[in-house]
Structures are given as structure tokens and as C-alpha cells.
């Protein structure tokens, strides 16, 4: 067995562009018997791109959730920009419109035009006008490649079509945080770069984001650090080109001799 935590969670913190945005801190999970987040600790800086990679069922996406309360958690504390996560209420929906959120399957509102998506959040969460909702988002849809879609409905979008509308529609917000939640692996193989160099591009502007992702050129390219996860625990916390070029740990090599045989 690995050991799983070698020294405090924020003394493992390879970049520090600027202040801790998203603290975890000793966060517990179950489902039933099935334990899938164990005494998490992680720091992601602003402006940082931290990407959670590991095997199926290893706690990703559970993690990825419990960030913005979809997922609620058993124990611990999880904060955004120094505010810890209400339970519920408006307290709750405030904070998680500065977290925005991009799915695996999308999440559009399907009776609802690309334009309409983007702008709802604004509108109604921000208080925006329309036409300024509308202005702001014409300038994200030609950011992410899709500004001649707007008066579509998204089911007459590809998939990647759609999963960059619904990078316009968490950009619309203003996040502090963006969270990725494997956004291409339910696309086409030909989608995804198109998916990937917009995520690039935001990062490379300063984006803060959390990315879980198959996607091991992203990590590569894009991320400040790599937090590679097993059987509910961080085993590893890294640099991109420490992690692929010497992982510390059994589960670690294992899983990256799987992953980049293919």
C-alpha cells in the first residue's frame, strides 16, 4: 500500500500565481458503505489549472461536484475565495455562481436557443439587462467558436458544438472558478481537440480551473499540477512533467502504463 499523504496538502503546491481561491480540507464521502472521498486535502490557487486525473471510480468527479454542492459531503470544510460552501438557500446559489460548471453531457437547456442559454444565468442570477446579457454573450460565442449558432436550439449542434456553448455559459457568470467534469469524454474523437483548445486558451488567459479529464495531452500542455487519485484518496500531487515522467507510486505508474499504451 502507497502511502497517500506525505506532508501537508498546501506544502505539495508547485505553483503560486496568486492566493488560495478553492481550500479542501479533510472532506469525507460516502455512498452507503462504499467510502469514495477519504480525509481530501487540496488547494487550488487563483489563476491555477489543476487537473484530477486517476481510474474509474477512484473519487473524481464526486470530488469535482462536492466543489459547488452537488454532491453534498459526509465531513470537512470546503471554501471559495475564503467562504465555506452553504448547505443551501440563497447563500448557496450566490456562491455557486462564481463557480461555473461544465458537464460530461452538456446540461443545455434543450427548449432554449445557444443565445438564450448563455444569457439566462446573467439575467437572472447577475441582473443584467438583456441586452447587455446579450452583448456579453456574443463576445463569449465568438471566443469559443460558435457565434454563427446562436439563434440555433442545441440539439441541432454537434456535441462539440454544444459542449463549447456551455463554456460560453459558464464564462458568462464571471467565475472566480471553473470546474470541468470530463467536458470530452462524450464526444466523437474529432470534437474533442476543438473541446481542448478552447479549455487551453482559457487557461493560458489565467482561468482558474479544475479539470477532471482522461485527456492526458491537456494535463501535459495546460496544467500547473497534476492530483492523481485512487480508491477515494490523492496519491499523488505533482507537476505535469514530474507525474509523467517519474510517478512516485505503484498505483500511479500502473494506471499512466495502462493509459498511455493506447
Known amino acids: 500500500m502507497e502511502p497517500t499523504e506525505s506532508a501537508p496538502a498546501t506544502s505539495n503546491i508547485t505553483v503560486l500565481r496568486g492566493e488560495p481561491l478553492v481550500v479542501i480540507s479533510d472532506v469525507d464521502k460516502h455512498y452507503g458503505d462504499l ?3 477519504k480525509k481530501i486535502n487540496a488547494v487550488v490557487n487563483r489563476g491555477e489549472v489543476v487537473v484530477v486525473i486517476g481510474p ?3 473519487g473524481k468527479s464526486t470530488l469535482c461536484r462536492a ?3 452537488l454532491e453534498t459531503i459526509d465531513a470537512g470544510v470546503i471554501t471559495i475565495d475564503g467562504v465555506k460552501l452553504p448547505d443551501e438557500g440563497k447563500d448557496l446559489a450566490r456562491l455557486r455562481a462564481d463557480v461555473g460548471m461544465v458537464f460530461q453531457a452538456f446540461n443545455l437547456f434543450a427548449h432554449k436557443t445557444v443565445l438564450e442559454n448563455v444569457t439566462l444565468g446573467p439575467i437572472k442570477v447577475r441582473g443584467l439587462s438583456k441586452a447587455d446579457a446579450e452583448k ?3 463576445v463569449l460565442l465568438e471566443r469559443v467558436g460558435v457565434a454563427n449558432q446562436a439563434k440555433k436550439m442545441p440539439a441541432q449542434l454537434s456535441g462539440g458544438q454544444q459542449q463549447r456553448v456551455a463554456i460560453a455559459r459558464a464564462l458568462a457568470m464571471d467565475p472566480k472558478v471553473i470546474l470541468l ?3 470530452t469524454s462524450a464526444l466523437d474523437p474529432e470534437m474533442i ?3 481542448l483548445e478552447v479549455m487551453i486558451d482559457l487557461a493560458s488567459d489565467g482561468m482558474t480551473m479544475i479539470v477532471v479529464t482522461h485527456e492526458m495531452g491537456f494535463a501535459r ?3 500547473d499540477r497534476v492530483i492523481f487519485m485512487a480508491e477515494g484518496e490523492i496519491v499523488e500531487e505533482t507537476t505535469p512533467e514530474k507525474f509523467f515522467t517519474n510517478p512516485q507510486s505503484t498505483r500511479a505508474k500502473d494506471f499512466l502504463s495502462k493509459i498511455l499504451a493506447h
Open 221 to 223: 500542455k495546460a496544467a
Open 136 to 138: 456579453k454573450a456574443m
Open 193 to 195: 481537440n476543438e473541446v
Open 35 to 37: 467510502h469514495v472521498l
Open 181 to 183: 467534469d470530463e467536458p
Open 56 to 58: 474509474s471510480g477512484s
Open 67 to 69: 466543489i459547488n454542492r
